[in-house]
T-cell receptor, first 117, second 111 residues
Framework: NAGVTQTPKFQVLKTGQSMTLQCAQDMNHEYMSWYRQDPGMGLRLIHYSVGAGITDQGEVPNGYNVSRSTTEDFPLRLLSAAPSQTSVYFC????????????????FGQGTRLTVV | KNEVEQSPQNLTAQEGEFITINCSYSVGISALHWLQQHPGGGIVSLFMLSSGKKKHGRLIATINIQEKHSSLHITASHPRDSAVYICAVRFSSGSARQLTFGSGTQLTVLP
C-alpha cells in the first residue's frame, strides 16, 4: 500500500524561485491537507481540500497556492519562495467525515524538508 | 483561541521505564489523535479516540472528556520508542475535519 506519497523529500531553493511540492494518495480519501512544521511549534495548516475542485485556506496560507483537480493529487505551490518558508512540509489525507462527525484517522506523507536561501 | 498543550516537552527515560505523556486542550473536542514521528521520518497515527481508553501492544491512550485531558502511556519502554509524540485534536466547533496540533514531546529512551 502506497498510502500518501510526497515528493521531493529534500529541496533547496533560492529566494524568489517557485516550485511545486507533490502529494498523492491512493486510498480514495476526500479530505487532503498541507501542514508546515517549524521547531518548537505544532504542525500548522496551510491549505486543505474536502474533495476534487474544492480548496480552502488554513491557518498560514500566505505565499502558497493549491489545486485539487483529481481526488488523488493535491500539489502545493510556492510562487516566490522566501526564507520564512524554510520548513518541513507534510501532506495528509483522511476519509471524509462530514461536519460534526467524530473524524477519521489521518494518514501522513513522509515530509518534504525545504530550505530557502 | 482553541489550544492544545503537551507536557513534558522533552523526556529521557531508561529502558524498561513506564512513560507518560500528557495532552490538555482548551474547549470541547470531537476526537483526539496521538501521532508518532521518528527522526527524519514521516508521521504515523497511533490512536484516535473520543472517550475512554485504547491499547495497542505496549501503548495505552486514555482520555478524560470532562477534564479535557489525555495521556499516552508506554509500558516497558525500549530505545526504539525514541521519537516525537504529538497530540492533535478535532475541536467540536469549526470544521470537524481540521486538526490542531500540540508542539510535541521528544522522548529519548536510553539502553
Amino acid at each position: 500500500n502506497a498510502g500518501v506519497t510526497q515528493t521531493p523529500k529534500f529541496q533547496v531553493l533560492k529566494t524568489g524561485q517557485s516550485m511545486t511540492l507533490q502529494c498523492a494518495q491512493d486510498m480514495n480519501h476526500e479530505y487532503m491537507s498541507w501542514y508546515r512544521q517549524d521547531p518548537g511549534m505544532g504542525l500548522r495548516l496551510i491549505h486543505y481540500s474536502v474533495g476534487a475542485g474544492i480548496t480552502d485556506q488554513g491557518e498560514v496560507p500566505n505565499g502558497y497556492n493549491v489545486s485539487r483537480s483529481t481526488t488523488e493529487d493535491f500539489p502545493l505551490r510556492l510562487l516566490s519562495a522566501a526564507p520564512s518558508q524554510t520548513s518541513v512540509y507534510f501532506c495528509a489525507s483522511s476519509y471524509s467525515s462530514g461536519q460534526g462527525a467524530m473524524g477519521t484517522e489521518a494518514f501522513f506523507g513522509q515530509g518534504t524538508r525545504l530550505t530557502v536561501v | 483561541k482553541n489550544e492544545v498543550e503537551q507536557s513534558p516537552q522533552n523526556l529521557t527515560a531508561q529502558e524498561g521505564e513506564f512513560i507518560t505523556i500528557n495532552c490538555s486542550y482548551s474547549v470541547g473536542i470531537s476526537a483526539l489523535h496521538w501521532l508518532q514521528q521518528h527522526p527524519g521520518g514521516g508521521i504515523v497515527s497511533l490512536f484516535m479516540l473520543s472517550s475512554g481508553k485504547k491499547k495497542h501492544g505496549r501503548l495505552i491512550a486514555t482520555i478524560n472528556i470532562q477534564e479535557k485531558h489525555s495521556s499516552l502511556h508506554i509500558t516497558a519502554s525500549h530505545p526504539r520508542d525514541s521519537a516525537v509524540y504529538i497530540c492533535a485534536v478535532r475541536f467540536s466547533s469549526g470544521s470537524a475535519r481540521q486538526l490542531t496540533f500540540g508542539s510535541g514531546t521528544q522522548l529519548t529512551v536510553l539502553p
